[in-house]
């Protein structure tokens, strides 16, 4: 059998840079990655078959496990019936209703009707063309550290794989799509009114991470996201919370649910999901107001369409998944969520390593040195801690049987199916692991 290594080179010689996503080449942490080839539970198995433990879980879906057997059974049910049928099913109207019903507090919605699509950022760029086109204005306002994607409007100072690599953007993107997007710092309510006092006839709409996950986890400050709200409504733009990451995640309402549970303070005029509502096949989703979402054709003047969206095997594994996760997977996910941070945390504090823990619901990742020790809030701090740490605090993980996100600027995914077992090699592992980042040296 091929090692690692082996199929590594192979996929270099046919695919860019070896990968089909950027972040998965190892680029920020160094060394081969590894090739997976199965997976059950709490653990995958590389091509030279050893187990880890998974804290990656398909960078979200996988907030069961594995291979859940009720998951795998109703993908395998809807497979052999058809793969697609490029026609309207069952299905789909199941999980709108389904999305819709979950998305709910104090018995208000942000989803009134709800769009499928196949990816993430097919569901945030339909977003904003949607608003673009309800509200007749050019302008979209993010947050410098955000991801929503990678089309075109929104690469500017985005977080995940293009932080991870140190990109200002992409190449390829023009100067004009570039001037539609003004990006603001996070969590800084005062640089977005100036911008609305600039352009706040022009500006079509506001995207925000509802808990940013993308440049490590920096979660709103208190009162941001309903400021945002208001903000927008009064200059009539339009809200597009982003839970391509949350949603489903942090709660069975996603990261509005969390922060909404005890009273609406605030809702969003659009909502992207992903990632949870596929339960691991490419399933998303734009959902919002009725007015607005009536935009889209066939009703409306704004176009979108998509050849695989709400394929059935997708919409099975994802009806399943939601399903499955109820109040006793969050409360397990939320519990392992308290002792790994705390482990992490403990085993940094025992070694010397200045460092802060941030964290949104069941999602956290660490930021490194004495610098961003009482913890960040916008992409500039991220991006000034002592990230050359991770990289051999990952490696010593790695080779203890523990798979972490492959940058500093993730997030880490707990499951459900994390047992006693799993956890235990986690915490075995951690004392090494903060010994390296001591070691570690800056680069020259």
């Known amino acids: 059998m091929n090692s690692s290594q082996d199929l590594f080179d192979r996929a270099q010689a ?41 804290l990656v879980n398909s960078w979200g879906p996988a907030i069961l496990g594995h291979a ?17 049928f ?7 109207t199941e999980l709108a209703e389904l999305v819709t019903a979950r998305v709910t507090a104090n018995g208000v919605s942000p989803v009134e009707k709800l769009r499928l699509v196949s990816t993430g950022t097919e569901a945030t760029m339909t977003a904003i063309r949607l608003a673009r086109g309800y509200t007749g204005r050019d302008l979209l306002v993010k947050f410098a550290g955000h991801y929503h994607g990678h089309s075109d ?22 100067e004009a799509t570039a001037a539609q997007t003004l990006v603001v ?12 006092s600039t ?31 208001r903000m927008t409504r009064e200059n009539g733009s339009l809200l597009i919370a982003d839970e391509v990451l949350t949603g489903f995640r942090v709660s069975a309402a996603g990261w509005w649910g969390l922060e909404n549970r005890d009273g609406v303070e605030w809702t969003p005029d659009l909502v992207t999901f992903g990632k949870v ?3 691991g096949l490419p399933v998303a989703a734009l959902g919002g107001r009725g007015d607005v979402m009536d935009h889209l054709a ?22 399943e998944t939601l399903k499955l996760a109820d109040a006793g997977v969050y409360s397990t996910l939320d519990t392992a969520a308290d002792i790994l941070t705390w482990a992490v945390s403990g085993a940094l504090d025992d070694a010397g390593v200045p460092h802060a823990v941030q964290r949104a619901g069941n999602l956290f990742s660490f930021v490194f040195g004495e610098a961003v020790a009482g913890g960040v809030s916008d992409y500039d701090q991220v991006r000034s801690q002592e990230a050359w740490r991770y990289p051999p605090f990952f490696h010593v993980m790695l080779d203890a049987g523990v798979s972490l996100p492959p940058s500093v600027y993730e997030a880490w995914f707990v499951s459900a199916a994390m047992d006693e077992p799993a956890i235990r090699r986690i915490l075995a592992a951690l004392p090494d692991a903060a010994a390296a980042a001591v070691r570690a040296t800056p680069p020259l």
């Open 298 to 319: 066939p009703l409306g003047p704004v176009y979108q369409a998509g050849t695989l969206s709400g394929n059935p095997v997708a919409v099975a594994a994802g009806l």
């Open 14 to 54: 046919v695919i860019p840079g070896g990968v089909n996503s950027p972040v998965r080449a190892f680029g920020s942490v160094g060394g081969t990655p590894r090739m997976m080839v199965s997976a059950r539970g709490p653990y995958v198995t590389d091509v030279d078959g050893v187990e880890y433990v998974d």
């Open 199 to 229: 352009h706040g006839d022009r500006i079509a709409a506001v995207i925000t991470e509802a808990a940013a996950a993308n440049m490590g986890v920096v979660p709103p400050a208190p009162g941001f996201n309903a400021a945002l709200a």
């Open 185 to 196: 710092p996070y969590n800084d309510l005062e640089a977005l009114r100036e911008v609305f």
């Open 153 to 174: 409007s929104l690469l500017a100072e985005s977080g995940s794989g293009v932080a991870t690599l140190s990109l200002p953007g992409s190449a390829g993107v023009t």
């Open 277 to 279: 509502i596929g339960g």
């Open 86 to 92: 490029g026609a309207t099913t069952p299905g789909e």
């Open 68 to 84: 859940h057997p009720r998951v795998v059974q109703a993908v395998q049910d809807a497979a052999a019936r058809g793969l697609g």
